[in-house]
């Protein structure tokens, strides 16, 4: 079955500690992606990424990293999690390569609150 | 800055109506449009993908609309039922390689 997945799905942590969501997808698609979700705020990119070692900030990058050392797998990277980074995050994924009107395929959700 | 509107934010209807959501766009270069449905803390499910150079697209009861020259695009739901009750989201690319922008959704309520 195509999916994008990601882990973990929920997760509480305290300010400062390091945490990774990863984001994995299994329809071999250049484009991956990381959004985030806030009441009032709609969905904002944090990161994307056009292929293998190839990322770029978006609308939010601040307090994230990204990497993309393997075309299925882009995790997200939390250094020093802090309050404002509660939120409900998305991974997405599609295929340029594909011409015109590729569809974005969304992963479930990780909700984070940070402490 | 490219954004994407969707008006209004909430909706509530009887079961059974047909009803038109809204979405509009600042710029008419879209790549093309997606329509997404949310239910309450869950992902996001693709519901229709119009392409730029399409009109229309249908899926049973969904049917979206683009109208690039005018900025506009439409969400048809016909013979709603409470199981539609969801947040429903469009979103655009304003070409191949950028990221999508979304309005911040309509949240329908569909009443038994």
């Known amino acids: 079955e195509a999916q994008v997945t990601q882990n973990p799905r929920y997760l509480i942590t305290v300010t400062g500690k390091k945490l990774t969501v990863t984001c994995s997808q299994n329809m071999n698609h250049e484009y991956m992606s990381w959004y985030r979700q806030d009441p009032g705020l709609g969905l904002r990119q944090i990161y994307y990424s056009m292929n293998v070692e190839v990322t770029d900030k978006g609308d939010v990058p601040e307090g994230y990293k990204v990497s993309r050392k393997e075309k299925r797998n882009f995790p997200l990277i939390l250094e020093s999690p802090s309050p404002n980074q509660t939120s409900l995050y998305f991974c997405?994924?599609?295929?340029?390569?594909?011409?015109?009107?590729?569809?974005?395929?969304f992963g479930p959700g990780t909700r984070l609150t940070v402490t | 800055k490219q954004e994407v509107t969707q008006i209004p934010a909430a909706l509530s209807v009887p079961e059974g109506e047909n009803l038109v959501l809204n979405c509009s766009f600042t710029d008419s270069a879209i790549y093309n449009l997606q329509w997404f449905r949310q239910d309450p803390g869950k992902g996001l499910t693709s519901l229709l993908l119009i392409q730029s150079s399409q009109r229309e697209q249908t899926s049973g009861r969904l049917n979206a609309s683009l109208d690039k020259s005018s900025g506009r695009s439409t969400l048809y739901i016909a013979a709603s039922q409470p199981g539609d009750s969801a947040t429903y989201l469009c979103?655009?690319?304003?070409?191949?390689?950028?990221?999508?922008?979304f309005g911040k959704g309509t949240r329908l309520s569909v009443i038994a």
């Open positions: 997405a994924s599609s295929s340029p390569s594909q011409g015109a009107g590729q569809e974005q395929y």
């Open positions: 979103a655009a690319p304003f070409s191949g390689n950028t990221p999508l922008v």
